[in-house]
């Protein structure tokens, strides 16, 4: 077991347990913010930067759930963290230009979160993984953990452990700003719906909205020009994209919850359970005491309105 810094959450969560929100311009895992305590550069020494507020009451693991032996007790003697996340995924894993050691975003401070949890401060090393070897990098001992949008399925439970799932994406509205009376795919019947061609929402609008208008784009970048342009009433997308389209774009605004679920998962090496163990019961921590939601207001809940939402059962998908 280990002990929790108690504080009280900065706000209640609310909302669906699928209304977890990722962004990333290249979507890694199918894939706001702080300052970055970490290296952004392979090999590079972990920075000095100062701990953001939400690091400072985060919580620190017992010294007795760090065993004797276990993949905790090798991180914590080596003094760092290595992850793998991405670094161009704006608020949640991105690298600032101007500043390469600082790294901020969901995933960036999920990972400084558990850092701080097994060494007490922030140390993180990161590798940036291309999505086909996040598997290899695991298991070479590359990296301790992947925070990369790194979605649960029972086939990759086969080669990785999977904590969580941590988040739970899916496919979401944006609406051009300033639009009311959409928040939910039920509000979509009766509306001009923007889709992407050959994406999931080609099919699942209709299921969810079957008087809603279909008007599709071949690309992202039309898409959101369509939106602006009043050509549709509101586009639906992975929240993935439509976050960072938000990002960039601000005559759009990401609203509600995603209405279909993919869940995220932090990678970890196979037949770890002691591991996998650990890395759950920390999770349960921050989402009890605040930590979570904190982390979601910092990124991804500066471009998506509403609460933050109520993250995802730990260990409910096949594969976690």
């Known amino acids: 077991m280990s002990t929790t810094r108690s504080r009280l959450r900065p706000r209640a969560l609310a909302g669906s347990t699928i209304g977890a929100t990722v962004l990333a311009l290249a979507l890694t895992g199918c894939g706001g913010s702080s300052e970055s305590a970490s290296s952004a550069v392979p090999g590079g020494a972990p920075s000095s930067a100062p701990a953001t507020d939400f690091l400072a009451d985060a919580p620190v693991a017992d010294a007795a759930a760090i065993l004797p032996g276990s993949t905790m007790e090798r991180i914590k003697e080596r003094g760092e963290l ?7 995924a704006p ?3 991105q690298q600032d230009p101007a ?12 990972a400084k979160a558990l850092a ?17 070897t996040r598997e290899a990098l695991l298991a070479n001992g590359t990296v301790d953990v992947v925070f990369n949008t790194y979605t649960i399925t029972p086939e990759r439970a086969e080669q990785v452990d999977f904590a969580g799932p941590y988040f739970s994406s899916g496919l979401a509205i944006a609406v051009k700003t300033g639009t009311t009376g959409i928040s939910t795919v039920a509000d979509l019947d009766g509306k001009k719906v923007i889709v992407g061609a050959n994406t999931p929402a080609v099919t699942a609008v209709p299921e969810q909205a079957p008087n809603a208008e279909i008007i599709t784009f071949g690309t992202d970048p039309q898409a959101v020009q369509a939106l602006t342009q009043g050509r549709g009433d509101a586009y639906v997308q992975d929240i993935t994209l439509l976050a960072s389209n938000a990002v960039s774009n601000k ?5 509600g919850s995603p209405f279909t679920a993919e869940p995220y998962g932090i990678g970890l090496q196979h037949d770890d359970p002691q591991m996998k163990q650990f890395v759950n019961d920390w999770l349960e921590q921050i989402y009890a005491d605040g930590t979570w939601a904190e982390i979601w207001e910092n990124s991804l809940g500066t471009v998506v309105q509403g609460d933050a939402p109520t993250p995802p059962e730990i260990g409910s998908v096949p594969g976690s």
Not at 251 to 255: L, N, Q, S
């Open 251 to 255: 005559d759009i605004t990401v609203v």
């Open 116 to 132: 701080t949890y097994i060494l007490g401060e922030p140390k993180v090393k990161i590798v940036p993984p291309a999505t086909e």
């Open 91 to 93: 608020l949640l894993s």
């Open 99 to 110: 500043d390469p050691d600082q790294v901020t975003g969901f995933d960036a401070d999920m």
């Open 82 to 88: 290595v992850v793998a996340e991405a670094l161009d």
